[in-house]
């Protein structure tokens, strides 16, 4: 069965401060990649995707995620993160069927941006 | 345009007693997920329905646990006999027929406590 792993479960960084979140994931076949984020009250939200091509992909609010398929990793960063980044982070990923198929996500990474 | 919604936001109920959660997934959308999140941990794989038919119910953890999508679109997770291990947040996610590049869309959940 596929496994998602989200190396750290509380990250706490100053404002403008870089983040990197880590994500493994265990399956060996075709995947999809995905980041959701939560914020606080508010729905899972979709961060950014990996199908196939460029292995660097650009999300949303400054977001990026590089996939390593060598490392079987898909790690989130952004460059200078703001307060209002605070928020759950999960990583997630889906087998390729060729057919819609379930989300196999880690445990997530709560993020606290100070002032 | 309209997201995926869900009812109740909030539901308390006893334990032993039955409950059911509904979810209006994205109009078009042919695929509907169920998920559930308890506390500290990501969202964990229930049931996935393409069209009317549950084309996988491998994540309902026994038989207490039943969901319907009679037309195709509105899905009804039900709960029998429920038990205190039961509460958690119940999630709703839809998608699109895409040929395996699916992205899901989340609704708010619904949160489930069982006294």
């Known amino acids: 069965a596929q496994s998602v792993s989200q190396h750290n479960h509380h990250v706490i960084l100053s404002e403008a401060a870089s983040l990197e979140l880590g994500c493994n994931y265990s399956y060996g076949g075709t995947v999809n990649l995905f980041w959701y984020v939560q914020y606080p009250g508010q729905h899972l939200q979709l961060l950014l995707k990996y199908f196939s091509g460029d292995p660097l992909v650009k999300g949303i609010k400054g977001f990026e995620a590089e996939f390593i398929k060598s490392k079987f990793s898909f790690n989130l960063r952004k460059p200078s993160v703001q307060w209002s980044d605070t928020a759950e982070y999960f990583c997630a990923v889906n087998r390729y069927t060729g057919a819609n198929s379930k989300l196999t996500f880690g445990k997530g990474i709560t993020l606290s941006v100070r002032p | 345009g309209a997201g995926v919604s869900q009812t109740p936001s909030n539901k308390v109920t006893e334990k032993g007693k039955y409950v059911e959660l509904r979810c209006d997934p994205i109009?078009?959308?042919?695929?509907l997920y169920w998920y559930r999140q308890s506390l500290g941990q990501g969202p964990e794989f229930l049931i996935y329905f393409q069209g009317t038919g549950a084309a996988d119910d491998s994540g309902l953890p026994n038989d207490r646990f039943f969901a319907v999508r009679p037309e195709g679109s509105v899905s009804t997770l039900k709960i029998q006999r429920t038990e205190r291990g039961d509460s958690a947040v119940y999630l709703c996610?839809?998608?699109?027929?895409?040929?395996?590049?699916?992205?899901?869309?989340f609704g708010p959940g619904t949160r489930l406590t069982v006294l």
């Open positions: 996610a839809s998608s699109s027929e895409s040929g395996g590049y699916n992205e899901q869309f």
């Open positions: 109009s078009g959308h042919t695929a």
